[in-house]
Each structure stands twice: as structure tokens, then as C-alpha cells.
């Protein structure tokens, strides 16, 4: 059996394929069996045979994939004619299985494709066929679960659906957990009313009294309390456990120390919903930035320094580095003559389920950004322990719930929302994504 794996961009292939590779190599099964459970992931473009400056795939309805099941994760991320791309290029006989969230962020380009294919996945609408196989298979009764029926096959498409529907990110307790789920069901009284009540440890809401208020550089700074960290944390595991001067290069230790500071550097994250203006990504790197060099906690707010994260904005297969990724200007030894001297290289997590960490220079690195701050968008796929959204001044067209929800998601363990006007959640919460692609008319 021929199976591949499949992702819309490299980050998420890379954490996917970093996840299957940890989790094959924890099964007690036979080393043969092992061997043949796939977990080398590839994005949809790579997959397809991209053709450089044209919108053209090697695969396509005349060259089919050479595959029997694929599986592509992440899939709300994926376009309409991408995914019309795909589904030329897949064998007759072939299996698809997408997985997605169907009320994230859809793709950037036309279509909502997730979300119209599972336009009847809250109701059901299962026939008794359906509903006697889930049964059998799960081990549970559908008798009390008001889940529509299908009784005269009008829903054919509702057949290949399953909504996983418990939360194993978020337990019954979570305050992030009941917020994601009032902002997705649009109501946006009630969600407010949770950030105010303050029963929730995980949850914090900061008004701002405008543009100048030091507030916001607190939180960026140091968090919320001793376990819901800010930036100071990453750059003080740096410089507080960085390797004696002595050690050379090819000591481990220098490794061990740059994955500590990037999994410290995962600690926190400031998500926006627009680039421009005092509270899009430029504003905030360079505000933040600013308070960090006012702390003595880096040594310059020029172009690089040591403790920049920077943000992958394009894949770069010569450097096995995925649009996405995320790195740390670090200061490592290098010998000239008798006498060491540093000099800086950004550490990157290695993606291949191996583990370790790849350093490159940064002269090396034309696609980078400052990542203080990232919108939105650019966090899909990834979570963070403390997660902060800024949302802007004025209401803006991607406002929307669909915006809110992910930024939300995002956050592993604590949430803040910080708002430089009241109002403007609620508005965001009771827009919805509208997109008209055809799909679903062409699905009925």
C-alpha cells in the first residue's frame, strides 16, 4: 500500500513529520512494521512537481501520483485551485483523507474548501447505515446524541464526514477551551462576560488607555505572573546558561543550548491581525524590540543581533528551512589562530524527527523577518504556552471570527487579549468569513 503525506506549507509538514517520527518510534510493534509506517511529510507543491514560474504540476490528470492513500493535514490552509489541482493528480482508486479545523483561518488565496465540505459536520445528517458502522467501529451509542439523520439519502457528502467533538487540547475546565467555543459560535456577550469574570487563570484581557500605554510593554516583557512568561525569559536562558568560553564548536553543549533557548523563546508569542500601523507585526517588532534593548536585555536594536527571533517568509530547500520557521541569533566560537572569537549564527530546531539543531549564518538568510510579533496567519500550525492577540484601533475586513478563534487556538496554556479600543472584539466576533467559490453550490 502506497501512502503519502501531505501538508499546504513546510512548517506544517515539517512539525507533522517531526510528530509521526516521535510517535512511530514509541509504538511496541515490530521493527518491520515499523519500518514501513510513513512519516516523511512533503507540502501539497512539492508532492504535485511545482514548476518554477508557472502555475503548471508535473502530476496532473494525463501523469497521475504514483500513491494508493494520501493524507494531507493542516487542509483549511488549502485554495480552491489547489485543491482542484489535486484531485486531477490522484488515481482513480485512490483514497483522500483530509484533516482539518473547519472554523479556522481559510486559506489565503479563493475558496473556504474544508469548510464546504463540512458544512453538515455539526449536524450529522447520518444515514442509518452510517450510524450503525460508527457505532460498531467506536463502541458508542448515537441514540442520545441529537445528530440529524439521514433517512432519503439527500446528504451523500455527510457519509465521509467525521467532527471529532472532545477536545483533548483543552480539558473541561480550560478557559481557553470555553472561549475558543463561545468566539467560534459567535457569541460574543458571553465571551466578554468570561474575560471580565476572571474565574479562569488561563485567561486575561488588557484594555489599553492608548498608543503609549507601557502596559502593553510589561506584558511583552515579563508575562503574566511566574508561569505565563514574556520575552525575558527566552534571553535570560541565554544568557544565563550559555556554555563556558572554552568549549569549541563542535562541543555539543552549544547545540544543547541553542535548543533550550528556542523551546524558551516558544514560551510566549504577540499575534496581530494586520501588518501596517502602531499595532500590526512592523509596529510591534520595532516597540518591542526598543523595550528590550531599553532593559539591557539584547545589546543592539539594529539589523542583527544576538537574541533576534527571526521568521522564515519563504522555503528554502538548500537550507532545509520551511516558510514558517522560526530562529534565534546566537553568538558561537570560532577560532582564529589561538584565540577564540564569536560570531553569529541563527539556530534553527531541526524538523526531521531526528532532533538537534541546524546553524546558519545570517548572511545566509535573504527571507527573514523579526518575529516579536506575527500575524495571525503565519501562526497556523503552531501553538505557543502563552499566546498574547493585539487586536487593532479600528475594525478591520480580516476581523473576523474566524481570525479570533485561531489566534485563540493558538495558546497551549495561557491566553491575553489586549485591546487598544473596547468594542472591537465584539465586532470581529460577530463577523464571518463570507467567500462564494461555488463549491457548495456545485456540492448540492
Not at 90 to 103: E, Q, S, T
Not at 150 to 166: E, K, N, Y
Not at 323 to 342: F, Q, S, T, V
Amino acid at each position: 500500500l502506497r501512502i503519502r503525506l501531505a501538508a499546504p506549507t513546510g512548517k506544517a509538514a515539517a512539525r507533522l513529520t517531526e510528530s509521526i517520527s516521535l510517535q512511530v518510534k514509541s509504538l511496541e510493534v515490530d521493527d518491520k512494521v515499523r519500518q514501513k509506517i510513513p512519516s516523511d511529510v512533503t507540502t501539497v507543491h512539492r508532492l504535485l512537481g511545482s514548476r518554477p514560474g508557472t502555475r503548471h504540476f508535473r502530476h496532473h490528470a494525463g501523469n497521475r501520483l504514483p500513491l494508493d492513500v494520501l493524507v494531507v493535514d493542516e487542509a483549511s490552509m488549502i485554495d480552491l485551485e489547489m485543491m482542484a489541482n489535486l484531485l486531477d493528480a490522484l488515481p482513480a482508486h485512490a483514497r483522500l483523507v483530509l484533516l482539518g479545523d473547519k472554523d479556522q483561518l481559510a486559506s489565503v488565496e479563493a475558496g473556504a474548501v474544508l469548510g464546504d465540505l463540512c458544512r453538515d459536520a455539526e449536524a450529522g445528517w447520518y444515514t442509518p447505515q452510517t450510524r450503525e458502522w460508527l457505532e460498531h467501529v467506536s463502541g458508542e451509542s448515537l441514540a442520545a446524541s441529537e445528530l440529524q439523520q439521514d433517512l432519503d439519502g439527500s446528504h451523500p457528502l455527510a457519509q465521509q464526514v467525521v467532527m471529532l467533538r472532545h477536545s483533548r487540547r483543552f480539558g473541561e475546565g480550560s478557559g481557553i477551551g470555553q472561549l475558543s467555543r463561545l468566539v467560534n459560535r459567535q457569541q460574543s456577550d458571553a465571551a466578554r462576560a468570561l474575560l471580565a469574570a476572571g474565574s479562569h487563570a488561563d485567561l486575561f484581557a488588557l484594555s489599553l488607555k492608548g498608543e503609549q500605554d507601557r502596559a502593553f510593554e510589561r506584558l511583552a516583557l515579563e508575562g503574566r505572573g511566574a508561569q505565563a512568561k514574556g520575552y525575558r525569559h527566552y534571553l535570560e536562558v541565554l544568557h544565563e546558561q550559555r556554555p563556558a568560553a572554552e568549549a569549541g564548536l563542535e562541543d555539543p553543549c552549544w547545540g544543547a543550548w541553542a535548543g533550550k533557548v528556542l523551546e524558551a523563546f516558544e514560551a510566549f508569542q504577540v499575534l496581530c491581525a494586520v501588518r501596517k500601523g502602531p499595532w500590526g507585526v512592523e509596529g510591534l517588532n520595532e516597540r518591542i524590540t526598543r523595550a528590550l534593548f531599553g532593559h539591557k536585555l539584547i545589546d543592539s536594536d539594529q539589523h542583527w543581533y544576538e537574541g533576534r527571533p527571526v521568521l522564515m517568509t519563504r522555503n528554502d530547500y538548500g537550507l532545509g528551512l520551511m516558510n514558517g520557521d522560526i530562529g534565534i541569533a546566537l553568538k558561537l566560537p570560532e577560532r582564529d589562530g589561538l584565540a577564540p572569537k564569536y560570531v553569529l549564527r541563527v539556530a534553527f530546531a531541526r524538523n526531521d524527527g531526528q532532533g538537534g539543531i541546524r546553524f546558519v549564518l545570517p548572511s545566509r538568510l535573504n527571507d527573514v523577518e523579526t518575529v516579536y510579533a506575527m500575524t495571525v496567519h503565519k501562526s497556523q500550525g503552531s501553538e505557543f504556552s502563552h499566546t498574547a492577540l493585539v487586536l487593532p484601533e479600528a475594525l478591520n475586513p480580516v476581523l473576523t471570527k474566524e481570525l479570533i478563534y485561531t489566534g485563540i487556538t493558538r495558546a497551549k496554556h495561557w491566553f491575553s487579549l489586549v485591546e487598544p479600543r473596547a468594542g472591537v472584539f465584539e465586532e470581529a466576533v460577530q463577523r464571518k468569513v463570507k467567500r462564494l467559490s461555488g463549491l457548495m453550490l456545485g456540492l448540492k
